[in-house]
């Protein structure tokens, strides 16, 4: 089945991601040391137990150097496994597979970091009744396949980006001059998701009458935090955000917000160690 995600075009990245790598005239030392009729076998394994995300991009850099590759995934994106566990094996020309090396393994690092990271938040939370989220702060480029790993994390997604709904936070109010005047100016302009950040209980009121949709209550304590949801009492969502982490994601969850977002899933995840192997066949 083809990888598809909205808004990302796989073949473009690809093709782009390799060309950044082979520049105008290829690799140079495969071409120099490799014969051109070579063919390799690979593994492609994890070091440390991680969450897996990101084979199927890495299987498209294989393919686009060599339509001919076999390749067999041997793990799904989204599962957890422990070190040592082999995720693809390859065989194909030896030449394409070096090319392709470093582009695959970069991607499947970065995103399998990305979800293992999430995947920590997302069991530390388990059980709370909030749900985790992500945030815009993502890799110019990479926010599609960056949010996509966050999912197979245990996250859900928040805003993809500027586009899919409004979020008032303090420069739109110091702007508009109060919290509820920023929100009746969405409302107004006909916008049907509207996020007002907060940062005080005195603005939940007026965001409320004002037109809000859901409630972004911004470093506040879990004590603070208990007290807005209170106040809210349901009748809009409320999210938690703001220097959240994992030793305190866990009271933050339990005050009773409907979500919790953070940053550090996409902004702080370290690549995950994962090898590739080859062999001459």
Aim: avoid cysteine; proline fraction near 3%; aromatic fraction near 4%.
């Amino acid at each position: 089945m083809t990888f598809q995600l909205d808004r990302f075009d796989l073949a473009a990245f690809v093709q782009s991601t390799l060309a950044e790598d082979l520049g105008e005239v290829g690799d140079i030392t495969s071409a120099a040391v490799i014969p051109e009729d070579a063919v390799f076998t690979g593994v492609m394994d994890s070091r440390d137990a991680i969450t897996v995300a990101g084979l199927p991009i890495a299987e498209a850099f294989f393919r686009a150097l060599d339509p001919e590759v076999w390749i067999e995934r041997l793990v799904e994106d989204g599962v957890r496994v422990a070190a040592g566990t082999e995720l693809l094996r390859l065989r194909g020309r030896a030449r394409a597979m070096l090319a392709a090396e470093r582009s695959a393994l970069n991607t499947v690092q970065h995103l399998s970091g990305i979800a293992t990271l999430t995947r920590r938040y997302a069991d530390t939370i388990e059980g709370s009744g909030a749900t985790l989220l992500d945030t815009r702060k993502t890799l110019p480029g990479l926010r599609v396949v960056e949010k996509y790993a966050t999912r197979m994390g245990g996250a859900q997604n928040h805003r993809m980006g500027l586009w899919d709904a409004a979020m008032i936070k303090d420069n739109h109010v110091a702007v508009a001059g109060s919290v509820g005047e920023a929100a009746r100016r969405a409302v107004a302009a006909g916008i049907a998701s509207i996020i007002v950040e907060v940062d005080r209980l005195d603005q939940i009121a007026p965001a409320l009458e004002a037109g809000a949709t859901h409630l972004l209550l911004d470093n506040m304590p879990p004590e603070t935090l208990r007290e807005a949801v209170a106040e809210v009492a349901g009748r809009v969502p409320t999210e938690a955000s703001g220097g959240v982490r994992l030793d305190t994601i866990r009271a933050i969850a339990e005050s009773g917000v409907t979500y919790v977002s953070v940053g550090r899933l996409t902004q702080s995840a370290p690549a995950a160690d994962i090898g590739l192997d080859f062999s001459a066949a």
